[in-house]
Nanobody
């Protein structure tokens, strides 16, 4: 199983970016999918997650600015980021709780990370 993230880049404060992540491989099921981020010197933190039923959870610092969505048929998860701030600068990682053939259990898989830089 691989998670491929894309969409990072440089944006000015107040701007927007959209991150996308696609899971591929011998996938038998996906439960939660989400985005985490890690800034230099900081621990990795939850940005947003979404269940396979569509329930969402957001980190306090991004509520009202970021929106997570998923397409379960395509095994993709997206993160729309608006009103970006310099403190949103970090490497963003997508994550999925995935059951892959031939396993009978779900486990976490991580994408490679995509850098988001918010700066004027």
């Amino acid at each position: 199983v691989q998670l491929q993230a894309s969409g990072g880049g440089l944006v000015q404060p107040g701007g927007s970016l959209r991150l996308s992540c696609a899971a591929s491989g011998t996938i038998l099921g996906i439960r939660d999918m989400g985005w985490y981020r890690q800034a230099p010197g900081n621990q990795r933190e939850l940005v947003a997650s979404i269940t396979n039923g569509g329930s969402t959870l957001y980190g306090d610092s991004v509520k009202g600015r970021f929106t997570i969505s998923r397409d379960s048929a395509k095994n993709t998860v997206n993160l729309q980021m608006n009103l970006l701030k310099p403190e949103d600068t970090a490497v963003y990682y997508c994550n999925g709780n995935i059951r892959a053939y031939p396993s009978n259990t779900y486990r976490a898989y991580w994408g490679q990370g995509t850098l988001v830089t918010v700066s004027s």
